[in-house]
């Protein structure tokens, strides 16, 4: 099957400083990509949907100043979380669906980012 | 908005049979999948099902009833390795996915 990866697999960072994260697509050109986010015993969260080359797509309730999406190719997408504060530790998830008709999303192995 | 609805736990005996149902009520339907989620790691692909009925994959099957609303995954033969938390999704009008809270299934011996 298709490979995602992430970078860096887990991160700690002080709060009120920015973090980034990388999605990448290995094997395949990705059109779209979406970022969810993970709290502890709960399911997956959509943060947003981003297409290569266009402004992302935010779910009600996020942040889009605050959790910046850049899909500037088909194989990369990045979600920067700017002023990170503790309540923004998560599990960060990036998935990616391609351009051959696949129906399924492929997902990343995810980021663990602490905010202390 | 997006409603999709699972038990949250369940228990099971190795070698038994499971079945995990999910409701969902979406603005948009372009198919329902399932994941499987083993803690820390991100989910895995197990089933995608987008026209009635049931779809067979080894110990695996998914059904699906749209008028309903509903689905479930069927597990057989339940091996240990099979404790995981499984996530039903709805594909929505515009290719993304909304998930399900997931059910977090325990097998015993």
């Known amino acids: 099957g298709a490979v995602v990866s992430q970078h860096p697999s887990w991160v700690i960072c002080k709060s009120g400083t920015s973090v980034k994260i990388e999605c990448r697509s290995l094997?395949?050109?990705?059109?779209?990509m979406f970022w969810y986010r993970q709290f502890p015993k709960q399911s997956l969260m959509l943060m947003a949907t981003s297409n290569e080359g266009s402004k992302a797509t935010y779910e009600q309730g996020v942040e889009k100043d605050k959790f910046l999406i850049n899909h500037a190719s088909l194989t990369l997408s990045t979600l920067t979380v700017t002023s990170a504060h503790p309540e923004d530790s998560s599990f960060y998830i990036c998935s990616a669906s391609g351009t051959s008709g696949v129906l399924e999303q492929y997902f990343g192995p995810g980021t663990r980012l602490t905010v202390t | 908005g997006q409603n999709i609805d699972q038990p949250t736990e369940m228990t099971a005996t190795e070698g038994a049979i499971v079945q995990i149902n999910c409701t969902y009520q979406?603005?948009?339907?372009?198919?329902l999948f399932w994941y499987q989620q083993h803690a820390g790691e991100a989910p895995t692909f197990l089933s995608y099902?987008?026209?009635?009925g049931l779809e067979e994959k080894g110990r695996f099957s998914s059904f699906l009833s749209r008028s309903k609303g509903y689905s479930y995954l069927l597990l057989k033969e339940l091996q240990m390795k099979d404790s995981a938390s499984y996530l039903c999704a709805v594909k929505g009008g515009a290719n993304n996915l909304f998930f399900g809270t997931g059910t977090r299934l325990t097998v015993i011996p």
């Open positions: 094997d395949f050109q990705a059109t779209t």
């Open positions: 979406t603005s948009g339907f372009n198919g």
């Open positions: 099902n987008v026209l009635d």
